[in-house]
């Protein structure tokens, strides 16, 4: 299991697997942050995509590179929403989607599915299995992160099944660490919306 992990780096150049170390401590920094409803879930998070933007396209990763690109955007308007959001007293709180949104969340996976596939189909990249399976997370974390900047509770939801989803394919890719990283992600997702699902429970007895 060491190996399988290790050998996808014996070619790679010392600075390159230096910049996806960084990723890896930053993105779950990001996710740590995001699960104590820290403000610093934006910049830690933003470090850690717009260095996977470039890695992902060395890689030619095209699906993974423009989700990366859209989290680095969200991470701003995040940022923004976040910081401003709420009352005078209090940021924006944790809520649950209205109807409205659950909607728009579909929406946002549907149209990010055919967008990667229309992209991938434009710079002629061949479509193989494991695209498919990148489009379908990249709809999912699409979502999960409009959720997340919004602070709705579901977005745990979507970050959980997209994690699951994308362990083993960064595993078959090679990316070692990135794999590790989700496995990581994937217990923070959880234990986050826990604590997400306490803090909506508390405030509906008062």
């Known amino acids: 299991m060491i190996d399988f992990f290790l050998d996808s780096y014996k070619n790679a150049p010392l600075w390159h697997i230096a910049l996806e170390f960084l990723v890896f401590v930053f993105g779950i920094l ?11 879930v934006y910049p830690t998070g ?3 995509t717009v ?19 859209y989290f680095s955007i969200m991470s701003i308007y995040g940022w923004y929403v976040w ?9 924006l709180p944790i809520t649950r989607t209205t109807f409205n949104e ?14 990667v596939f229309g992209i991938y189909k434009y710079f002629g990249y061949e479509i193989k299995a494991d695209n498919y399976v990148d489009m ?11 959720y997340m900047a919004r602070k709705k509770i579901e977005n745990w939801t979507l970050w959980i099944i997209g994690d699951i989803i994308v362990v083993p394919l960064y ?8 794999s590790l990283q989700y496995i990581i992600f994937t217990i923070l997702a959880i234990a ?12 509906k007895q008062l």
């Open 171 to 178: 595993a078959y890719r090679g990316l070692g660490m990135l």
């Open 30 to 40: 990001s996710v740590w942050f995001a699960k104590k409803e820290n403000i610093w």
């Open 102 to 115: 659950k909607i728009i969340g579909i929406l946002l996976f549907i149209v990010t599915v055919f967008v």
């Open 136 to 146: 379908i997370s990249s709809g999912i974390f699409f979502a999960g992160m409009w």
């Open 192 to 203: 986050a919306y826990l604590e997400w699902r306490k803090i909506l429970d508390s405030k």
């Open 83 to 91: 910081a401003k959001g709420g009352t005078v007293e209090e940021n």
């Open 51 to 69: 260095i996977s933007v470039y890695l992902l396209y060395v890689a030619g990763y095209i699906g993974d590179m423009i989700i990366n690109a």
């Open 46 to 48: 933003l470090i850690a």
